[in-house]
């Protein structure tokens, strides 16, 4: 399990370092001593395999580039996917941040002033939507039919670029990833295909130009300072956002989570365990009698030295599963306890 070094992707940061990026390409496309001439001939023919695998990209780019969107917060940029017909548009909530909008979509040339329909920061998805604008739905698969091998093209609009396209597989499938601000996905699809600030909200397609996933996360190296480690990069898959996303269009919120729940307001403990700073009334937690000032350290003896590591372990659970909780009072005395987990509340 990956817990401590995934950092959710910034928005901003692709924002802020964009004409950086420009600049330098354009400095050096004019750096060119020879250009082609009408004579040359192509040297190289490739296989008749390559040059169809080449079609099949290009061809997901024109079908799903005009369903991938920019939002733009009081906060920075980031990337989105069209919903349905009728304006809606799913996002990271880490896109929208802690606004409640306008928002500005921009789609193609036109740019639009958007509105938050909905949020749930567990799952890191929100909704915002745009009237009158004649937009284009994405397709969305199945990814419980994903294998891993499977071709993944991300497009988004990273460091602020807009439709931008990288391409690899799917690596993996991992569960209880933790976005290392005490908020962990259930499941996430691991990806090759390049994701970077920005890319946060976009889409990540198989070759029928079908979103399989949303890019959320790049893993990060603490060996590079923690800088993002080349390749590593994940997705939400697109049945959970098909779920959410729906839930949220219909009544404004998650009316069915699926997540496990707790009941407890929680704080680290430099490593020492899981602080529980308030009990809900009526919660999980306070049925199986824990209390403020106790400290977990483990569940299913599983160790939970941080908050990312509980989070982690609690998102791979199922509501009404039992558990057993490791705990320390405030007295020192070590305590272990049997809790049964509730829903997570769709109001997120």
Do not use: C
């Amino acid at each position: 399990m990956l817990r401590r070094h995934l950092w959710w992707l910034a928005p901003l940061a692709g924002a802020a370092l964009a004409g950086g990026v420009v600049a330098a390409v354009s400095l050096g496309g004019g750096s060119s001593s020879k250009a082609p001439t009408s004579t040359s001939r192509a040297r190289l023919k490739p296989a008749a395999a390559a040059l169809a695998f080449q079609s099949a990209i290009t061809a997901v780019v024109r079908e799903l580039s005009p369903s991938v969107v920019q939002i733009q917060t009081s906060q920075g940029l980031g990337s989105g996917v069209v919903f349905d017909s009728n304006g809606d548009i799913v996002t990271n909530n880490h896109v929208v941040g802690t606004s409640t909008g306008p928002f500005t979509v921009t789609a193609g040339a036109h740019s639009y002033d958007a509105s938050l329909v909905g949020r749930f920061a567990p799952d890191d998805l929100a909704i915002v939507h745009v009237s009158g604008a004649h937009l284009v739905p994405a397709a969305f698969a199945d990814s419980s039919a994903l294998e891993v091998g499977d071709v993944a093209i991300a497009i988004g609009n990273p460091l602020g670029l807009r439709s931008s396209v990288t391409d690899g597989i799917v690596s993996a499938f991992r569960q209880g990833v933790s976005e290392g601000n005490g908020v962990a996905l259930p499941l996430m699809i691991q990806t090759s295909a390049a994701i970077n600030p920005g890319n946060s909200g976009g889409a990540l397609a198989d070759l029928q130009g079908r979103v399989i996933g949303i890019p959320t996360l790049a893993a990060t190296d603490p060996e590079l300072g923690g800088s993002a480690a080349p390749g590593i990069g994940f997705a939400i898959p697109s049945n959970l956002v098909k779920d959410i996303a729906t839930q949220i269009i219909r009544s404004g919120h998650v009316t069915n989570s699926h997540r496990a729940y707790l009941g407890v307001e929680i704080g680290d403990t430099n490593g020492l365990g899981v602080l529980v700073q308030r009990v809900t009334a009526g919660g999980p937690a306070a049925k199986a009698g824990l209390v403020s000032g106790d400290v977990i350290t483990a569940v299913n003896h599983q160790g939970t030295a941080t908050v990312d590591d509980l989070t982690s372990v609690v998102s791979e659970l199922k509501p009404g599963t039992t558990i057993s909780l490791s705990i320390v009072t405030q007295k020192g005395a070590h305590k272990t306890l049997r809790l049964r987990l509730g829903e997570f509340p769709g109001g997120g």
